[in-house]
């Protein structure tokens, strides 16, 4: 399957605090895709990035794919209680378009 | 809200029983996919299919089996039930690749 790292896989900040995850590739990738989990909840796509460099933001939150496209981030500004949940990466390569695999997540808790 | 729908949502049985999960989109989506996932941790792809009569086994081995006999409908089943197969079931589907994926609400499964 797709080769992909993840990290942090836990953090935890105050509530005000930044946040950021990264999704590492050790392949170059064609796109890559972003979702939410909320606890207790199914994942909710976020974003896809496909252009090399490219940086779309939402808000608070502000994705980036690298220059290489074989890393990717999710940055959170000033986080709130309502951004709890686990953060996914879905990336793809040219090789297996069909599948849709997942990083291993990164779980962000938020104190009041 | 998303047209794709799991049931049941929750399911004890016994160890040896024969289970189907179902899960059914009416958005017309070819690509349709079945994650296992423990709580909080990360998502397994187990079987995935592109289009009718199409299904593939994905990246964690799994003793279940599916169908797609129809566009809108994906069931899982799992002929013999064990303790080892509690767990969450996630049903995805997208219009194609390299696009937004929809996931139904899981079904969560419980073998004693």
């Known amino acids: 399957g797709q080769q992909v790292m993840q990290i942090p896989q836990y953090q935890h900040v105050q509530e005000g605090e930044d946040f950021t995850t990264y999704c590492n590739s050790s392949?170059?990738?064609?796109?890559i895709q972003w979702y939410k989990q909320r606890p207790g909840g199914h994942p909710v796509f976020l974003i896809q990035?496909?252009?090399?460099?490219e940086v779309k933001k939402q808000k608070r939150l502000t994705f980036q794919f690298g220059e290489a496209k074989k890393n990717s981030s999710l940055h959170i500004t000033a986080t709130q209680t309502t951004d709890v949940g686990t953060y996914f990466c879905?990336?793809?390569?040219?090789?297996?378009?069909?599948?849709?695999?997942f990083g291993k997540g990164t779980l962000l808790t938020v104190n009041p | 809200e998303a047209d794709i729908y799991q049931t049941p949502r929750y399911l004890v049985i016994g160890t040896g029983k024969k289970i189907t999960l179902e899960c059914s989109q009416t958005m017309g989506h070819d690509k349709m996919y079945w994650y296992q996932q423990d709580p909080g941790m990360e998502l397994h792809l187990i079987h995935y299919?592109?289009?009718?009569?199409?299904?593939e086994k994905g990246d964690l081995s799994s003793e279940s089996t599916v169908s797609r006999i129809r566009t809108e409908h994906f069931p899982l089943t799992l002929e013999s039930a064990r303790p080892s197969h509690t767990s969450q079931y996630l049903c995805a589907s997208r219009p194609g690749v390299n696009t937004e994926a929809f996931f139904g609400q899981g079904t969560r499964l419980t073998v004693v």
């Open positions: 392949t170059t990738l064609s796109n």
């Open positions: 299919s592109y289009g009718v009569n199409s299904t």
């Open positions: 879905a990336p793809t390569s040219g090789g297996s378009n069909y599948k849709l695999t």
């Open positions: 990035l496909v252009k090399s460099g």
